[in-house]
């Protein structure tokens, strides 16, 4: 009896390092992405503000009302 307590404990001992490694590359794994995101959204938002200067040219241009203007309900993000 006493033989697989000693089994068992070494099973569960391992099983735990096992699970532990798993966790940490999988903590590692969603730190990458959360980068590779975080720098997607920053060109996103690049790319973004360069269409919004040549929206806001042509509107200006054009003398029709920018729908993307502070304080006329519409969207400024």
Do not use: C
Not at 26 to 54: G, M, N, P, S, Y
């Amino acid at each position: 009896m006493e033989k697989l307590k000693i089994e068992a404990k070494a099973f569960y001992e391992s099983t735990l390092r096992e699970a532990k490694k798993q966790i940490e590359i999988i903590d590692a794994k969603i730190e990458e992405e959360l980068a590779r995101v975080k720098d997607v959204i920053a060109q996103l938002q690049e790319q973004k503000k360069a269409t919004r200067l040549i929206y806001d040219g042509a509107s200006n241009i054009l003398g029709v009302k920018n729908e993307f203007e502070e304080g006329e309900g519409g969207q400024d993000n």
